[in-house]
């Protein structure tokens, strides 16, 4: 990863981790019967900046390093914890992602929140923006070693829209003849499948698929389209074009089989492979044409997901 | 299985560096010699290195497509403008050797970088 990368990744870190993956979970937490005398000493042995107040199992208040300051400066005399703390406390819950928690920082200028789980509605740890940032520099080491190890996050996009059913499309023109342009849709596809978080090994097969359909198209017609549909459990890669279409399908289907021009073979294509290959590549199949009207290809390749179900 | 850095490929091939400089810790599990682009689309492994003497685009849409770690030139041949704009888009490392391609893989080989059979029955 070069240094643009890694702060792209950063801002995909921000939305993709949660507050619970770098939150500190052991909370120190002070009573609210608590002497202020007594706070500096336990913010000084336990090298924080404040803490939340807690009464009980109930956060009723937070006080910090600020509060003891102001509470000095003031010379007053010693009281409880409780009657200086801030008891309006802002929280964060454990499942929200990072972004909510560096807007938070950010907009309301406070050092810390306590978290809360949203079910249980106990204080489950405590975020600063130092454990934010120890949190993304820890991940990012994580991500940037292990980058070939598959992993899976295509249910990523779905879990956030709110439907019965979810699907992306993505459609492509594909320009025939112009060989120097060929591979530009299966490209933009594959980068896109890619930032989705979809396998990297699913995501090689539709790429391979679609590069070879887009090079027939190319290579044997004035031009077509291509469209890809997502969903949690497949992508099906629909290619059709306007050429001359396919004699015999189950011909042209076997490897070796190629009625490839001279220029394309000099450029390294024209084996016959193309359609085979996207078969391997493919989970189901479907190859129709009609000679004078076009070619119609429709690939459908599971994810993990689709699989299992 | 041994695998190489692109810097041990540089080294063997006494290589030129075209694209990626700052790429060459990345690892190469095995290597792929072909002329012929279809072959490499329907067989090569991911992880590999590709050693070609094709030096249009399509080289690099293949690597992209193939998750190919880098291609190497072979016999003195050097990529076209476009083809060297498309790998620094992509990120995909690019390598030149004067060695031809049977002398080039039989270095690395020797050097112990395995084909696609040898680090796949292993591995
Ligand atoms: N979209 C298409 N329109 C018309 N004919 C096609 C189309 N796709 C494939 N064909 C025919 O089917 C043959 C086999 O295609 P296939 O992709 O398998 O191999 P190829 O394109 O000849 O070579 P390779 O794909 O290995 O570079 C082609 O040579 C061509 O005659
Ligand atoms: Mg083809």
Redesign the interface.
């Known amino acids: 990863m070069?240094r643009d990368e890694k702060i792209t990744k950063i801002q995909e870190l921000v939305y993709e981790m949660k507050v619970q993956e770098v939150m500190r979970r052991k909370v120190i937490t002070v009573g609210p019967t608590t002497q202020m005398s007594e706070l500096r000493e336990i913010l000084r042995v336990n090298r924080i900046s404040g803490a939340p107040v807690v009464e009980g199992d109930a956060l009723v208040g937070i006080i910090s390093l600020e509060d003891f300051i102001k509470w000095l400066a003031n010379r007053e005399d010693d009281c409880p914890i409780g009657a200086k703390m801030t008891r309006d406390v802002k929280t964060l819950y454990a499942d929200e992602p990072l972004v909510t928690a560096v807007n938070k920082l950010e907009q309301l200028g406070y050092g810390r929140f306590p978290v809360i789980d949203r079910e249980t509605n106990e204080l489950v740890g405590i975020i600063t923006a130092g454990l934010v940032i120890e949190g993304l520099l820890r991940k990012l080491e994580i991500d940037y070693s292990e980058e070939?190890i598959h992993r899976y996050r295509a249910s990523h996009i779905f879990e956030d829209i709110l439907a019965d059913r979810t699907k992306l499309l993505f459609e492509y023109d594909v320009v025939g003849q112009d060989?120097?342009r060929?591979?530009e849709s299966?490209?933009g596809l594959?980068t896109t499948l890619r930032r989705l978080g979809i396998d990297?090994r699913i995501v090689?097969r539709v790429?391979?698929a679609t590069?070879?359909a887009e090079m027939n198209v190319v290579v044997y017609t004035p031009g077509g389209k291509i469209s890809c549909e997502i969903d949690p459990e497949k992508i099906v890669v629909d290619v059709r074009d306007s050429g001359p279409g396919i004699p015999d399908v189950e011909k042209a289907m076997q490897p070796g089989y190629s009625t490839a021009p001279e220029w394309v073979r000099e450029?390294?294509?024209?084996?016959?492979?193309?359609l085979?290959?996207i078969q391997?590549c493919a989970d189901e199949m479907v190859l129709t044409s009609d000679v004078g009207s076009g070619t119609h290809l429709k690939v459908c390749i599971f994810t993990e997901q689709g699989r299992g179900s | 299985m041994k695998s190489m850095t692109l810097e041990d490929v540089r080294r063997v091939l006494e290589a030129e560096v075209i694209v990626g400089k700052d790429l060459l810790h990345r690892r190469v599990k095995m290597g792929c010699g072909s002329d012929l682009m279809s072959d490499v689309l329907a067989f090569i492994k991911p992880a590999s290195l590709l050693l070609t003497g094709l030096t249009n685009q399509q080289t690099v849409r293949t690597a992209e497509m193939q998750d190919i770690v880098a291609i190497c030139f072979v016999r003195g041949k050097k990529p076209t403008d476009e083809t060297v704009k498309l790998a620094q888009l992509k990120n995909i490392p690019l390598l030149a050797t004067r060695f031809r391609m049977f002398e080039a893989c039989g270095r690395l080989y020797t050097e112990g970088l395995p084909g696609d059979y040898e680090a796949t029955e292993s591995g």
């Open positions: 070069n070939e060989f120097e060929a591979g299966a490209s594959k990297p090689r790429a391979i590069y070879e450029l390294g294509f024209g084996a016959g492979m193309g085979n290959n391997k």
